[in-house]
């Protein structure tokens, strides 16, 4: 099955600081999500993102399918980011939806 | 609009008993599907339903069921649990009338199996 990996595994970022979050899948795929997995377990979708650049504040992203690979970046980081972010992708199944593969996560924290 | 409500948010059970978890999503929502949060494995796919229907299935074993009513509400229900069952489960929704849609998240339920 496709391989969803996540680099760096954690991160510690003081408030402030600017990062940039990588997402490397095996296959080629028709959907890329990225989430935030805040402290409570909410699971928040951040960019729907299968190729392209996506801004959102202080929050943007890169998917570059053709070289299978996402990028997250963080700027002027705050300590209400902190928490893990997921990649997941999806294959398509024909009208069937849903299955998301997800990444293992990256962990931030950042520091007051 | 109201986001993706799941209950309960916690859940004590003993190994061998059922549970049923509930999903309700966002309204004109019509696709529901669910997964399955552990330190050890990740975030796992279970189902996905679509106006009743099934459409997909993860790689879990039967014990592990789940269905949809006319109005979108979703359960699942896990019977003869096991130890290993402990985790957060998450219910997603998404309108589910295209192919690749963006994914909203419920908060979750966490149960944990004694």
């Known amino acids: 099955g496709i391989q969803v990996e996540q680099s760096p595994p954690d991160l510690i970022l003081q408030e402030g600081a600017n990062s940039t979050l990588r997402c490397n899948f095996s296959d080629s795929v028709n959907n890329l999500q990225w989430f935030h997995q805040n402290p409570w377990g909410q699971l928040i979708n951040l960019f729907y993102?299968?190729?392209g650049t996506k801004q959102n504040g202080r929050l943007s992203a890169t998917t570059v399918a053709t070289e299978r690979y996402s990028l997250l970046y963080i700027s002027s980081s705050q300590t209400t980011d902190s928490g893990v972010y997921f990649c997941?992708?999806?294959?398509?199944?024909?009208?069937?939806?849903?299955?998301?593969?997800f990444g293992k996560g990256t962990k931030l924290s950042v520091k007051p | 609009k109201a986001g993706v409500t799941q209950t309960p948010r916690y859940l004590i059970k003993t190994r061998g008993q059922q549970v049923t978890l509930s999903c309700s999503p966002i309204s004109g929502h019509r696709s529901v599907s669910w997964y399955q949060q552990t330190p050890g494995q990740g975030l796992q796919f279970l189902f996905e339903?679509?106006?009743?229907?099934?459409?997909n299935k993860g790689n879990f074993p039967g014990r592990f069921s789940g269905r949809q009513f006319s109005n979108s509400r979703s359960e699942m229900n896990v019977s003869t649990l096991e130890l290993g069952d402990s985790a957060l489960y998450l219910c997603a929704s998404s309108p589910g009338t295209a192919i690749n849609e963006k994914l909203f998240f419920g908060s979750g339920t966490q149960l944990s199996v004694l």
């Open positions: 339903y679509f106006s009743e229907t099934q459409r």
């Open positions: 993102i299968p190729s």
């Open positions: 997941a992708v999806e294959r398509n199944y024909g009208g069937s939806q849903g299955n998301l593969i």
